[in-house]
T-cell receptor
Framework: AQKVTQAQTEISVVEKEDVTLDCVYETRDTTYYLFWYKQPPSGELVFLIRRNSFDEQNEISGRYSWNFQKSTSSFNFTITASQVVDSAVYFCALSGTHSGGGADGLTFGKGTHLIIQP | DTAVSQTPKYLVTQMGNDKSIKCEQNLGHDTMYWYKQDSKKFLKIMFSYNNKELIINETVPNRFSPKSPDKAHLNLHINSLELGDSAVYFC????????????FGPGTRLTVT
């Protein structure tokens, strides 16, 4: 069975600090996809990034960066120079092809509540 | 131009009632999903449909019945509502399979009293 662990339940930092959200996953699939979603206080779920298991290149998008390490089954997310608007719950998620490539849902971690204090 | 829409946004009802939540997507996606987010924010897949065909039914009580009249719509009907059904229900859609990014609706907050 697949599993996603986000060990940090809540992180609180002061604005402009850098912060890293950890994500560790378990899967028996050789092909799988990893995702990060943001859920701000307004409640919607916002897609941030998708990464496939064959692409270990790190990605940077503005102040956001992602570090994928297959050797440690981790897909960590760093926010540089955090801002109050980054305050949200962040979810790491995993999909796979274990059921024959059908429309599998995502397996979500329990989320990390990030609080950016002004 | 909402990509994935759900109605209603809030639903308050009494135990034992039957209710429906509607979902529509205008992204041209083939696959739609229902997720449940509990009071601790944990998100769990309930159902997925691909081209109107049920693909996943994840140990959900049979009081929950999804219906997909066409590729753009996936409705969720719940019979005999129980207190434990109180949650936020999210509809989502993606191209082809869950290996592609899913786009979520705004959620429906269901409160059963």
């Amino acid at each position: 069975a697949q599993k996603v662990t986000q060990a940090q339940t809540e992180i609180s930092v002061v604005e402009k600090e850098d912060v890293t959200l950890d994500c560790v996953y378990e899967t028996r699939d050789t092909t799988y996809y990893l995702f990060w979603y943001k859920q701000p206080p307004s409640g919607e779920l916002v897609f941030l990034i998708r990464r496939n298991s064959f692409d270990e290149q790190n990605e940077i998008s503005g102040r956001y960066s992602w570090n994928f390490q297959k050797s440690t089954s981790s897909f960590n997310f760093t926010i540089t120079a955090s801002q109050v608007v980054d305050s949200a719950v962040y979810f790491c998620a995993l999909s796979g092809t274990h059921s024959g490539g059908g429309a599998d849902g995502l397996t979500f971690g329990k989320g990390t509540h990030l609080i950016i204090q002004p | 131009d909402t990509a994935v829409s759900q109605t209603p946004k809030y639903l308050v009802t009494q135990m034992g009632n039957d209710k429906s939540i509607k979902c529509e997507q205008n992204l041209g996606h083939d696959t739609m999903y229902w997720y449940k987010q509990d009071s601790k924010k944990f998100l769990k897949i309930m159902f997925s449909y691909n081209n109107k065909e049920l693909i996943i039914n994840e140990t959900v009580p049979n009081r929950f019945s999804p219906k997909s009249p066409d590729k753009a719509h996936l409705n969720l009907h719940i019979n005999s509502l129980e207190l434990g059904d109180s949650a936020v229900y999210f509809c989502a859609s993606s191209r082809l399979t869950a290996n592609y990014e899913q786009y979520f609706g705004p959620g429906t907050r269901l409160t059963v009293t």
